[in-house]
């Protein structure tokens, strides 16, 4: 078993910089895949990125690439978020997630088994 807590979250301004982080407990393994989702109201859950446990692969969705960059310290068990050039349309419950299996399939939510209680970020103009 694995729980996840998000940190960080709150209000910044447009053009702004936030990280966000989340503590793991429990065994992981290197197979482990860790991401980030992020859902505004009346909207789906969308993905906003990934990355292995080793910290060799990342993933990153269109919407965010180039302003977003996600990493981990396998040291203190927690992967981040670092989040800059924020805009209005990044406002977001964002949410932290595991996937045990390492699947290929990490922008789909189904694929991941652990699940933070997720973390305000309201961007304004």
């Known amino acids: 078993q694995v729980q996840l807590v998000e940190s960080g979250g709150g209000l910044v301004q447009a053009g702004g910089s936030l990280r966000l982080s989340c503590a793991a407990s429990g065994r992981t393994g290197s197979n482990y895949f860790m991401g980030w989702f992020r859902q505004a109201p009346g909207k789906e859950r969308e993905f906003v990125a990934a990355i292995s446990w080793s910290g060799v692969i990342t993933y990153y969705a269109d919407s965010v690439k180039g302003r977003f960059t996600i990493s981990r310290d396998s040291a203190k068990n927690t992967v981040y978020l670092q989040m800059s050039n924020l805009k209005p349309e990044d406002t977001a419950v964002y949410y932290c997630?595991?996937?045990?299996?390492?699947?290929?399939?990490?922008?789909?939510?189904?694929?991941?088994?652990?699940w933070g209680q997720g973390t305000q970020v309201t961007v304004s103009s």
């Open positions: 997630a595991a996937d045990r299996d390492g699947s290929r399939r990490y922008e789909d939510s189904h694929e991941y088994n652990y």
